[in-house]
């Protein structure tokens, strides 16, 4: 065993991830797995289960919608009858659509919060009592959004929910704390996933304008993103808790910065810059 792993210390060790079978999740999954982590998964694409139920004999893989609590609860039960422990909760599962606030219903708002916000704390309120009873300590990552930490018009919502999440992980990793147990967040920017680009809706390849917008003139991968979930379930991270980990390119830190093709980073658009 190398360096990192015998530090890392997730061989063996159990992770529940909700929104596990695609996009994202299906990296921090792919991962978590060949660092030789036991993975229950619940995913809402049937499509999805059945090809990671293929890839991944060792994992249980449910179908079903993390929003339901009771379908949350029969996946974490699965994996205390298979693994009888839990170490890591990673909570994938989000999502949004394009309007403006004024465009919204409650309807709309009902949705955005049950996925982003509300599905967040029944998976907490499931994993921390299992992880209290192992004795163990454990970690919680929540993904996140850089739409947490600034404006996002078009998606107030969605934006809100993921703040409100950020906040509860502080507040919980507090409450966790002398439990061993730690909770952070990981907050991406532009990492392009399929469902992405269809709620993006503005037909680009997903690499458009970057080098202007992203300081590393580039768009995440989802193994940008995988890897900080990597980091924070293992014991690499073992003193971190309460934060939040940006996997971004620099978007964060640049706000509102951007590198104009020519004339260099500014806060306004070059002088010939031309709106279409
Ligand atoms: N992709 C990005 O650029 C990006 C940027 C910032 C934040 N995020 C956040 O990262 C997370 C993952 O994003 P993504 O682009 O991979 O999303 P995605 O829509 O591809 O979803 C990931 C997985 O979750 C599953 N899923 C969705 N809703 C579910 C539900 N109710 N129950 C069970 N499974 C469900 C999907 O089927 C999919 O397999 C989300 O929380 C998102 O808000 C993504």
């Known amino acids: 065993m190398g360096w990192?792993?015998?530090?890392?210390?997730?061989?063996?060790?159990?992770?529940?991830?909700?929104?596990?079978a695609?996009?994202?999740?299906?990296?921090?999954?792919?991962?978590l797995d060949a660092n030789g982590v036991h993975v229950a998964v619940v995913d809402i694409d049937a499509e999805a289960v059945e090809t990671l139920r293929g890839?991944?004999?060792?994992?249980?893989?449910?179908?079903?919608?993390?929003?339901?609590p009771d379908t949350l609860t029969r996946l974490f039960d699965a994996a205390d009858e298979r693994w009888g422990r839990l170490d890591t909760l990673v909570n994938v599962v989000g999502g949004t659509f394009r309007a403006a606030f004024t465009e919204t219903t409650p309807k709309g708002w009902n949705a955005v919060l049950r996925t982003n916000l509300l599905h967040v704390l029944h998976a907490c309120s499931l994993a921390v009592p299992r992880m209290r009873a192992g004795g163990r300590g454990g970690s919680i990552?929540?993904?996140?959004?850089?739409?947490?930490h600034r404006a996002a018009p078009g998606y107030a919502v969605y934006s809100a929910a993921k703040a409100a999440v950020e906040q509860f992980a502080r507040t919980l990793a507090v409450e966790v704390a002398p439990d061993?147990?730690?909770?952070?967040n990981v907050a991406p920017d532009y990492s392009p996933t399929p469902r992405l680009l269809k709620i993006s809706g503005d037909g680009t390849s997903g690499e458009d304008g970057v080098g202007v917008t992203i300081p590393m003139g580039r768009a995440g991968t989802?193994?940008?993103?995988?890897?900080?979930?990597?980091?924070?379930?293992?014991?690499?991270s073992s003193y971190i808790t309460g934060t939040t980990v940006h996997p971004d390119?620099?978007?964060?830190?640049?706000?509102?910065?951007?590198?104009?093709?020519?004339?260099?980073?500014?806060?306004?658009?070059?002088?010939d810059f031309t709106v279409r």
Not at 22 to 31: M, N, Q, R, Y
Not at 225 to 235: D, G, H, I, R, W
Not at 259 to 271: E, F, I, L, Y
Request: hydrophobic share 40%; glycine share 16%; proline share 4%.
């Open 180 to 184: 061993g147990i730690r909770v952070n």
């Open 222 to 236: 989802p193994s940008d993103v995988s890897n900080c979930v990597v980091f924070l379930a293992s014991a690499l």
């Open 141 to 148: 990552v929540n993904l996140t959004t850089i739409e947490a």
């Open 249 to 271: 390119g620099g978007t964060f830190a640049s706000s509102g910065w951007f590198n104009w093709p020519g004339s260099g980073w500014s806060t306004r658009p070059p002088k």
């Open 4 to 20: 990192f792993e015998e530090r890392g210390g997730l061989a063996g060790t159990v992770a529940v991830v909700t929104g596990g």
């Open 22 to 31: 695609g996009g994202l999740g299906e990296a921090v999954v792919s991962d």
């Open 55 to 68: 890839r991944l004999s060792d994992a249980i893989v449910h179908h079903g919608d993390a929003r339901d």
